[in-house]
């Protein structure tokens, strides 16, 4: 229902649209056409496939073409009147001429080219929603053209940003990345605001970043916008830490075929293909598609860190006892993607285009999450977009719809039949909007005006969501003014704010924006922006319902780890007042709430019972390591007889384990409030300027205040730790086993037998309960919500929370050196103040609440170019990330003291990447060849926690254009 005055302006501007594009005079007089050559400057020879394009305004396209393998280029069917032409192609400096065409002329323009340098006047569209040139634009930026992504041999597009100044990469798999701007990164990441052509490319409801099935292929790309900094004043909630947008080609400007196959490491084979087409004067459609298949980089079960992560598959095969006795089946690392797309661009008048693309995706891979590893086993992703620009006013519609396939999470198993529970997403996502913009005063003072209505409809099947799922639909509303006043020559000023409204946090937000930019000479531009940017809680950080792990206890009885949202909240008060936890051991029938401070030894002594019957022998102490399998069986039947008797407590304690292993104590759980937004204040400065057309710099220095901060899935229940359960348990033992063995002569004939007496046998299983049991969790603290009504589940809960107020700043300096027509030259810096906030920096004082980064505060990239136009180039560049500590859902290491020990967080690594490519462009148009090996040294490394360590990718790639 909310679509429908939307739905009936669309209506309404596309009949208009139609009407006038039907009385448009120019299909009824007499026309005109231009013809040329495009050629070379240096050598003078053609250049075949090049774009030349008629407009209006430098931008707004009115008819356009491609050159052939001469060179020869023709326009027709042209209205008389005044335009500029522009030639473009990959590797040169665009060219423009301002022409006017009489009725019946043909005019010849021919182009010289020459090979591209810096581009200041570079024309963006994302960092304000509207076209302008990067020095202008009151925002940091980076602009990735064709050329620059084509030239990379990647399989995947968004790999070509790893170069890109204050870009976060973290890669998790040979064709998984987590990207962020500026830090806080995380598994399963959708910090950064993804765009394709306008439309957001985020897994709908699930709010992640695949860019596996994103469409955004690189025989497609025109270019990639990536805008560091908030940017809610115009894009709403969510776009605190940036945006990254890809932008396709135009089939009008660029029509075509191009075909491409790759292969490569890891036994990577893949495919693209474009096809673009010009149907009469007003019609064009384009066709992509791509495949791509590897063998993943496995985990290394010789590796501490790697074994712990497959031990945790329900998949693994093991012996009776639970020990894995193979990794091989525990994961699998296939990797498979497919995606294809099309589009249909319909242009009603020089002014008017209406664009219908959809496509579909599907993947099958190993995928970290916040509740640990998943595997897309067909996860499906499919889009549809109607987007409509008519001269000032821009409208779109589009829906994106995830479909789940088989995909399951690895140690989640609640009905312990050896089969990883699946999950279902059929989550569809609905959005809306119109934008508007005018100028006053001779184009000095322009406004935009827009609103955007989103439905976001998650549809679990109770796999995700749970008991959540009928009461998790978002729907969010905004609407937004811009004004870019030109005060003098030199000075611009930007204000902007929107306001939003979103029915789950029920709560109207604003989001205000001013910058000023002062040009200070041609080419040299300084900026100072402030930013209120929010961010309202993801689905998944609101409704979360899943079990991410599950342990079998005794039989019929299970231990559930649950993924749980914070949209309603959770306290303990119940604990406070009665200080008892949920007792929970596997192998123990014992079942109960028990006080902390008094945890009954029987349920101790039957799990420790349970796993004597179970374990292997060369891992007791002696005497039991040298017993026979018959006598340890009959010696372990005799003391399981003994369970009524074991009565008694052992005093416990409470905190959360260390990555490295015990406990960090805590006096109390702390309650978790309902998630509110996030709200991000972030002052800039910049400068951007080139010198002597060979040397460009751009420098950004940032602050940034955030408040009610959702920080990662984290575990939230407490757990319970007897250390002196050992004692305590021989204490009450030794009375015990001296009675049984006066009545039953199996019992002394077998103490006898080992050379014990009661007593120092009672001291003995003492200490095999502290080497088994004594740093195990005895049971969880309960929050008063309810985890789970079922008797034979024990549940703790794993949870999303707010962190009150934290500050940072940080740094990106960014130079590129154009050292001759042929070699290009570049460096980028990226600095960040802190990776780790403790609860003094959190303001959370008095608790034991901690963020991290989950990225580095220290890259460095390094590199150049050298490159021959339609012929041979070659490219080299280095990349510096310092190490990091890690606390993302299970993924948790390198967190310093009293968090951690400061070890098994992501170690510093440089990796060296190297390339080439040959056009034979001179003799094959069309024809290219690439090369790519990324980690040419083979530095084995992990780039996050969870992921497994990664070596040399070396691809090829063969691309025939026509």
Known sequence: MFLTPLTRVLRLALGLCFVFGMLTPAAFSQTASVRGTVTDASDGLPLGGANVILTTDGSTLISGGATDIDGVYQISNVTPGSYIIVARFVGYEEKAEQITLAAGQTLTLDFEMGQAGFDLDAVVVTASRQAEKVLDAPASISVLSAREVQQEVISNTVDALRNTTGVDMAQTG??????????????FSGAAFVLTDY?????????????????NQSTDIERVEIVRGPGSALYGAGVDAGVVHFITTDPFTSPGTTLSVMGGEQSLFGGQFRHAQVIGDNAAFKVTGAFTQAEDWGMDPNNADDAAQLEESILCERNSTGVVTSFDSCRNDDYQKLNLNGSFYYRFNDLTTLTATGGFSSLTATVLSGIGTLQADGFGYSYGQLRLQSGPLFAQVYVNRNEAGDSFVYANDFDNNGVPDGVVDNSIQINAQAQYDFALREDKQRFIVGVDLEALNPDTDGTIHGRNEDDNDVREYGAYVQSATQLTEQLDLTLAVRGDYNNIVDQFQLSPRAAVVYKLTPGHSVRATYNRAFSSPGTNSLFLDINARTVPLAPGQTLVLQGRGSANGFTFDNFRSNRQIRFSLPGSHFRSDVPLNAVPLQGIYEALVGGLATADPSTLPAPFNSLPAEQLGALVQALGSLTPFVQGTTPAIMGFPLDSGGLRLIPDPIDIDPLEQTTSQVFEVGYKGIFADRVLLAVDGYYVNKKNFVGPLLLESPVAVAPGLGDDLAEILGPILQGAAAQDPTVQGLLTGLGLTPETAAVLIGGVADAQLGSSALGFVQPDQELTSDPNVVAGFLAYRNFGDLTYWGADISMQFLLNDRVNLFGNLSVVS?????????????????????APTLKVKLGGSYSIPGGLSVNASGRYSEGFPVASGPYVGGLPAPFGDGTGGVESYFLLDVGANYDFTRTVPGLQFGLSVQNLLNNEHREFLGAPLLGRMGLARLTYSF
Do not use: C, H, I, K
């Open 834 to 854: 802190d990776d780790f906030f403790d609860p003094d920096e959190l303001d959370e004082r008095g608790t034991d609440l901690s963020l991290a980064l989950n």
């Open 199 to 215: 439309r957001q490319a985020a897994v709908p409801s699930l709010g992640v970043n695949l860019y596996s099935v994103m469409p």
């Open 174 to 187: 040979v064709d998984r990345r987590e990207v962020v701007l500026r830090g806080f990164n995380n598994a």
